[in-house]
């Protein structure tokens, strides 16, 4: 599995190696690879070096590979704004509701997924995402919509308002 970032910031965005340069932990995208070097401002850019892991029966990047790197990066851009309902410090994520993806041309080498929110409301963020390869030949694009959800607690930890005393 390729290494994660280490010490690199882009806008406000910590890269640590835990995360993978996300916010939060993603254990599926972990497990692919994927690293986020962009979220901020309803951008992102995720970077996977495709590997034989990746591969379909044709030795290019699986679609179910690409539809992940376009759903995530979408997703993150779309995280990177609060909904306009949002309360100050609300802690915020995206769930996908639908997705629309259009594949161009083969994957390899080392993929680039660029994401950007377009419109977002209260409760729904709009966007738009396509992968790039290392001669910055498009890939695949997509669009999608999604919601935007409060984050739940891990397992074990007091939601907001319940009984730890701190309010």
Known sequence: MPEPPGNMEHGTLDMTEPQYGFPIPIPFVESLGIRCTLMEGGRSE????????????????????LMTLL???MAVACRSLPPRSAAPGEDHGVVTIEMKTTFLSPGSGTLRSQ??????????????????????????RSSGT???????????QPQAGQGNGDG
């Open 71 to 73: 759903d995530v990066g």
């Open 115 to 140: 994401g950007q929110c377009i419109h977002r409301t209260g409760s729904m963020a709009f966007a738009e995402a396509q992968i790039v390869d290392a001669e910055d030949r498009v890939v695949a």
């Open 46 to 65: 995720l970077v996977l070096p495709i590997e034989r892991q990746h591969h379909n029966g044709l030795n290019m990047a699986h679609g179910g590979v």
């Open 146 to 156: 999604f919601k935007y959800v409060r984050r739940r607690p891990e397992a074990g």
